[in-house]
């Protein structure tokens, strides 16, 4: 997949700025009637684009709405589990939960660096690369990240509970959207959480939350001036919906499906139906191909995430290390934004092939590879996490955690990894139980 070049608009409008200053401090007149034709040029060629029209045969194989994502979908196992049996989930929740937390806090003080710029600092330390465990020390240790907790709380020597980050905070407000509003909640009750907890956000999410305080539906405020609708930012907020529905696959992608419409379309959409339903299955399954190949039967057969993934399965077993991941992905999606759901979810994939069933391995190849590696390694460490249960997660990923999650969610700032366990557990039970319809 190779997109069209574009000029170097950002070269261009800087050297728009300089000159502008330039000529200025030149005493040069009629600057403003330049800039403004600059400006109109640009503006013109935006709506242009915003406003060619699309493939509608392609639309129809990669649809919005759930019911026509559900006709496309392969044949699947839908639901895995007849009956809850909460001794074995809560081992399994706990793995999946420790796996996301301890992948994300691993990626995080990393996130967008070059490969070459991970293995210098691993050099630099003596830390072993791929990383086995948390890093000694990054830059810039007391900058703050999301203002709260210094980049320093994300190293083994001063970690004191899981320091925050986006891809934890989406984990804990699915668990409030189910508690406020029960599991049958709508988009609009997502709308209803999202103001009510979150302070900030980015990207899709950013424009999303713009949109919910300028009263536009909850239903529509994901479509609005939104170009960021299939980048990764739905994909992060799958694992919640996967370890309520644990099991049951079907339940954990229409959840998913919910959540993802308030901020994304098509593969935005689709990457979080996919990562959620592949959690679900995690929980039933030893290997973690099997969790992501049933994953794959809650999306549409022909989208182009589908087709994303089956390609990533295929090549897996030439793929031994996070060079070669890396590389693959360069070349087979040259072009694409760094943080687009497809290309970060091939690395995903490749996370857990080449980690297979070591729990270390799998999040250290992960954040190895790059680019969004904070988000990739979070969901592969969810993956096995899920499947190897707790005892599969070495105690040294999570003895510094403390029994405490620290977050930016307006007014829910300390969560207590315990009683998250708990809580899942009990939406989970309570999946199990209730048979209601979903809320139109």
Partial sequence: MHYPKPPDFKGLAENLSLYTQLKHEYGALNISPILAKAEKALRSALTEL?????????ARQEPNELRKIQRLRPAGPRRR?????????RD???GALLGRLAG?????????????????LAREKGDPFPPVDYWIYVPEPYEKRYEMSPRQAYTRGDMDGVPVDDDIAYTLLGLLIAEDSGQNFTTADVGRAWLKYLPYACTAEEVALKNLKAGVPAAKAGARNNPFCEWIGADIRADPWGYMAAGWPEKAADMAYRDARISHRRQGIYGEMFFAAAIAAAFTVDHPIEALKIGLTEIPADCALAKAVRWALELAPEIHNYRQARQAMEDHFKGMSAVHTINNACLTIWGLTIGGTDFTRVIGE????????????????SIIGAILGKQGVPQYWYANFNNQVHSYLIGKEHFAI????NRFARLASRIYQETGSRKV
């Fill in 50 to 58: 915003r406003h060619l029209p699309i493939d509608q045969d392609l």
């Fill in 81 to 89: 589990w007849d009956s809850f049996d909460e001794k074995k989930y």
């Fill in 92 to 94: 399994r929740l706990e």
């Fill in 104 to 120: 994300c806090t691993l990626g995080a003080p990393v996130e967008f660096w070059p490969i070459a710029k991970m293995e210098a």
């Fill in 366 to 381: 992960a954040v190895a590879m790059g680019m969004d590696n904070d988000c990739t390694s979070a969901t592969a460490g």
């Fill in 418 to 421: 315990s009683e998250l366990v």
